[in-house]
């Protein structure tokens, strides 16, 4: 028997991020929205812990322990007092080194599809722990939809999304490190006062309503003068984005992915299009929000 959960990438609509703490974490308010890029990843019993992976971009992805699917096997295991004997088979979808939480969703993929295989029966709760243990953006892998993370992004309240919103996102040519690009808020911000993050009440409002017009005068995100200044080329991307008609531009997390907010469907195509054709990025695709998170696809 075999579990095989579906889970989608995100987009921050707004990334508010505080001062380093005395942990090296920053507290954050983050708006998450999920959007139908999706990577599955299938459990199966096997004689020890094993991950494999395809899909654009596989190479790139660690196959030992250091995975997070592999972390959220050993994880649950331990919690259940059995061995994490199990074959994780990562497809990917969603891009790697994206700032789109592939690897959180591959570790939330994972958490479910023991759980399913091993029947231990854990609680959301509990598996909501396990996430936020993982990592920041785990829990929001999980659960789907829209929230408002706060804390490191792990602390997740459900937000009300009143429609569809539609976007493109541009994929470049290299991948950057979420470790590297904080490193880089941290520098850029050496000498100013960096103000609590709080959640934007417009940007709420927006999501609420379903009206990407207001949405897009309100996203925000403060990693993105730490990413355009690790990799300029962006700048390029954006660009060629808005002039195509884009609502809305900006970097996906902490990059190096960027994300284009559309009118409707047919806005997003043609955006598309025109990016593609920009020479700016190595591919795009096209998604919508909210998604569902991690889904139990079939055993």
């Known amino acids: 028997m075999s579990v095989t959960v579906r889970v989608p990438a995100k987009v921050n609509v707004?990334?508010?991020?505080?001062?380093?703490?005395?942990?090296?974490?920053?507290d954050l308010a983050n708006v998450f929205l999920a959007v139908s890029l999706y990577d599955e990843v299938t459990a199966t019993p096997a004689g020890e812990?094993?991950?494999?992976?395809?899909?654009?971009?596989?190479?790139?992805?660690?196959?030992?322990r250091t995975n997070l699917a592999a972390r959220a096997a050993l994880a649950l295991a331990e919690r259940y007092g059995r061995a994490p004997d199990v074959h994780l088979h990562i497809a990917k979808d969603i891009p790697v080194?994206?700032?789109?939480a592939g690897g959180s969703a591959d570790c939330a993929g994972a958490l479910v599809a023991c759980d399913a295989l091993w029947g231990t029966g854990a609680s959301r709760e509990e598996l909501l722990e396990i996430c936020a243990e993982l990592g920041s953006d785990v829990p929001f892998s999980l659960v789907g939809g829209a929230a408002?993370?706060?804390?490191?992004?792990?602390?997740?309240?459900?937000?009300?999304?009143?429609g569809d919103f539609h976007w493109v996102f541009a994929l470049a040519s290299r991948g950057l490190s979420t470790p590297a690009v904080f490193r880089e808020?941290?520098?850029?911000?050496?000498g100013l006062d960096i103000p609590e993050p709080v959640a934007d009440?417009?940007?709420?409002?927006?999501?609420?309503?379903?009206?990407?017009?207001?949405?897009?005068?309100?996203?925000?995100?403060d990693l993105q003068p730490a990413a355009l200044s690790l990799f300029r080329e962006l700048g390029d991307t954006?660009?060629?984005?808005?002039?195509?008609?884009?609502?809305?531009?900006?970097?996906?997390?902490?990059?190096?992915?960027?994300?284009?907010?559309?009118?409707?469907?047919?806005?997003?195509?043609d955006i598309a299009g025109v990016l593609r054709a920009s020479g700016t990025c190595r591919d795009v695709r096209t998604a919508s929000g909210p998604a569902a998170g991690a889904t139990v696809l079939g055993s």
Do not use: Y
């Open 201 to 221: 009440q417009a940007v709420l409002d927006a999501l609420a309503k379903g009206d990407p017009a207001a949405l897009a005068v309100t996203v925000s995100n």
């Open 97 to 100: 080194a994206g700032g789109m």
């Open 49 to 64: 812990l094993r991950v494999t992976c395809e899909g654009p971009d596989a190479d790139q992805v660690p196959l030992d």
């Open 14 to 26: 707004q990334l508010a991020v505080g001062a380093a703490r005395p942990d090296g974490f920053h």
């Open 148 to 162: 408002l993370g706060t804390g490191r992004g792990e602390r997740l309240t459900e937000l009300e999304v009143g």
């Open 238 to 269: 954006l660009a060629a984005g808005r002039a195509a008609g884009a609502l809305a531009a900006l970097v996906s997390g902490s990059g190096p992915t960027t994300a284009f907010l559309a009118t409707d469907a047919k806005s997003a195509s």
């Open 185 to 190: 808020f941290d520098r850029l911000g050496q």
